[in-house]
């Protein structure tokens, strides 16, 4: 594993306070990217933009199937990070459940769903970070049954 992977040397860079429960932006990034995978979040991307912007270290991208699964991963994400201690600035179109935007501080997530993933193309719009993590999709735990027949 890498220092980026790890989160080792961020932990010095970061402008601002980190939870002890979270050493760093990259390991706060990182767990929230787990838990977007256990939520069957899909096209999880995790962009690290500390050399591109000072908005934030890292940015977390993820698709979600409907307006009640991206809700539902911002609750659970929001609900993690306070119990864990760390920091929730705002939360901003959890009503709505199109795009979620979370700022945690040095870590923003974008929740969306896939019409407004693929319009808004913040992917390509943060080509200049340097993507850190990816994961196309969750394992269905059904996906053996479909494949046997």
Same mark, same amino acid.
């Given at each position: 594993m890498t220092h980026e992977e790890t989160g080792a040397n961020d932990a010095q860079q970061s402008t601002s306070p980190i939870s002890?429960?979270?050493s760093?932006?990259?390991s706060l990034a990182h767990e929230v990217g787990d838990l977007i995978l256990e939520k069957?979040?899909?096209?999880l991307t995790v962009i690290n933009v500390e050399k +591109?912007?000072?908005?934030?270290d890292y940015l977390v991208l993820t698709t979600?199937?409907?307006s009640r699964q991206v809700s539902a991963m911002a609750k659970e994400i929001r609900e993690f990070v306070k119990h864990g201690g760390g920091n929730v600035v705002s939360v901003e179109g959890l009503d709505e459940g199109w795009w979620v935007l979370?700022?945690?501080?040095?870590v923003? +997530?974008?929740?969306?769903q896939e019409d407004a993933r693929r319009y808004y193309d913040l992917d390509?719009?943060?080509?200049?970070?340097? +993507? +850190?993590?990816?994961?196309a999709m969750p394992e269905s735990e059904d996906s053996d049954e479909h494949l046997a027949g």
């Open positions: 002890p429960s979270f760093s932006p990259a069957k979040g899909s096209e +591109v912007t000072s908005i934030a979600a199937m409907s979370m700022d945690l501080g040095d923003i +997530v974008h929740i969306m390509m719009l943060w080509a200049d970070g340097r +993507v +850190v993590r990816q994961a």
